[in-house]
């Protein structure tokens, strides 16, 4: 089976890494001619928008799917027209703009922070009036690790949000105060079939997720029933087929659902070396319409992002419980190069191996 990703980025990478052993080949297209996938597909170098490349890229393989949300939906409804996509075009639009992805939580009773949608400085202004300060001003579209958004403290900064964000369609969010930052990923095949994995904890650092801790030490039982049961609700309304992560805010006990990525997620990396089955297997189990992997964890893991820099990569291989991925990209500030995975029985065993690996690397501490 050859399967088509578009998107070239390190998911894509993982996803065929994942996939050889399963006896699978990757074509893979790309806006740049330097994508870390081309390493391990056949790859096109192409923009997303040339009709003939697209399907030229499609006529080799027997299932499409995709591996950031930035893809042109219109792009993915040409291709459904001819081959399998998966998931489909309908979670791609919904994913790729906030208003309506609140929208898409709200009607299903997913609980979201309280928003409005603002496409003036007048609606802004309104909009403030109704929910209140602090709260977040945000691109409906093209947003990404912190990119896009605006923080509102009082009146005296409607107007340098507006003129940083203003020009594009803009949705108003009310802040939430929140304890912790949770994500669930799961699987569902075309057949109907679902897995999940354990409730991740995450950790943000200007808006860039720099630890996933799984699973988390701090979820509850409620809070796992609750996330399992809204994932599950969103992927049965979507006819979802392929891996789908939610993330939330907690507070005061509850789940709040921040944003869903139609995809494999940062937030599962730690899945390729704590679980039974990775993330990565298990979306191309269900694109490929196989039996799904047993989800369970192997362990504690608490998974590190490598950004900006390469650290003292030997330092971490020396230590026995860690797991080091380099994603083959040039070093950039921001830029996500790979990830290291500290696996160990317990959570605070594994929290330790993270923070000494972190300590020996010359990473920067968390906090």
């Given amino acids: 089976m050859t399967i088509g990703i578009l998107g070239g980025g390190q998911l894509g990478r993982m996803l065929a890494l994942a996939g050889y052993?399963?006896?699978m080949?990757?074509?893979?297209?790309?806006?740049?001619?330097?994508?870390?996938?081309?390493?391990?597909?056949?790859?096109?170098?192409?923009d997303f928008s040339n009709e003939d490349d697209l399907l030229r890229f499609a006529s080799g393989v027997d299932v499409v799917t995709f591996e950031f949300e930035n893809v042109p939906v219109e792009a993915v409804r040409l291709l459904e027209e001819r081959k399998?996509?998966?998931?489909?075009?309908?979670?791609?639009?919904?994913?790729?703009?906030?208003?309506?992805?609140?929208?898409?939580?709200?009607?299903?009773?997913?609980?979201?922070?309280?928003f409005r949608a603002v496409d003036s400085e007048e609606d802004l202004?309104?909009?403030?009036?109704?929910?209140?300060?602090?709260?977040?001003?945000?691109?409906?579209?093209?947003?990404?690790?912190?990119?896009?958004?605006?923080?509102?403290?009082?009146?005296?900064?409607?107007?340098?949000a507006?003129?940083?964000?203003?020009?594009?369609?803009?949705?108003?969010?009310?802040?939430?105060?929140?304890?912790?930052?949770?994500?669930?990923?799961?699987?569902?095949?075309?057949?109907g079939a679902f897995v999940s994995y354990p409730l991740a904890e995450n950790m943000h650092r200007h808006g860039i997720l720099n630890r996933t801790i799984c699973p988390s030490p701090h979820a509850n039982d409620a809070l796992g029933a609750s996330a399992r049961?809204?994932?599950?609700?969103?992927?049965?309304?979507?006819?979802?087929?392929?891996?789908?992560?939610?993330?939330?805010?907690?507070?005061?006990?509850?789940?709040?659902?921040?944003?869903m990525a139609p995809r494999v997620h940062n937030s599962g990396h730690w899945s390729i070396d704590g679980a039974l089955t990775s993330q990565f297997e298990n979306h191309l189990r269900a694109i490929a319409n196989l039996p799904l992997g047993d989800t369970a964890p192997r362990s504690y893991s608490v998974m590190d992002n490598i950004i900006?820099?390469?650290?003292?990569?030997?330092?971490?291989?020396?230590?026995?419980?860690a797991r080091v991925?380099?994603?083959?990209?040039?070093?950039?500030?921001?830029?996500?190069?790979?990830?290291?995975?500290?696996?160990?029985?317990?959570?605070?065993t594994a929290l330790n191996t993270a923070d000494e690996i972190r300590r020996r690397c010359g990473m920067p501490k968390l906090g």
């Fill in 162 to 191: 507006w003129k940083q964000l203003g020009g594009n369609p803009l949705i108003l969010e009310e802040f939430i105060s929140f304890d912790r930052e949770f994500s669930v990923i799961a699987a569902r095949s075309p057949s």
């Fill in 308 to 321: 900006g820099t390469i650290p003292d990569v030997r330092s971490a291989l020396a230590i026995p419980r």
């Fill in 21 to 23: 052993p399963l006896g």
């Fill in 325 to 348: 991925h380099l994603y083959g990209k040039t070093p950039l500030p921001g830029r996500k190069l790979g990830h290291i995975t500290s696996i160990a029985p317990d959570a605070e």
């Fill in 229 to 259: 049961e809204s994932i599950h609700r969103a992927m049965w309304e979507l006819d979802y087929v392929g891996v789908l992560a939610i993330e939330f805010f907690a507070a005061d006990g509850s789940l709040i659902a921040n944003e």
């Fill in 25 to 46: 080949n990757f074509r893979a297209m790309d806006t740049s001619p330097e994508a870390v996938t081309s390493h391990l597909s056949d790859f096109h170098h192409s």
């Fill in 125 to 160: 202004r309104r909009a403030v009036k109704e929910l209140g300060y602090p709260a977040v001003l945000k691109t409906r579209r093209f947003g990404y690790d912190g990119k896009g958004q605006a923080l509102l403290s009082g009146e005296e900064d409607i107007t340098a």
């Fill in 84 to 114: 399998p996509v998966r998931p489909g075009s309908r979670a791609l639009e919904v994913a790729q703009d906030r208003l309506e992805e609140k929208r898409f939580f709200r009607s299903i009773d997913i609980p979201t922070a309280d």
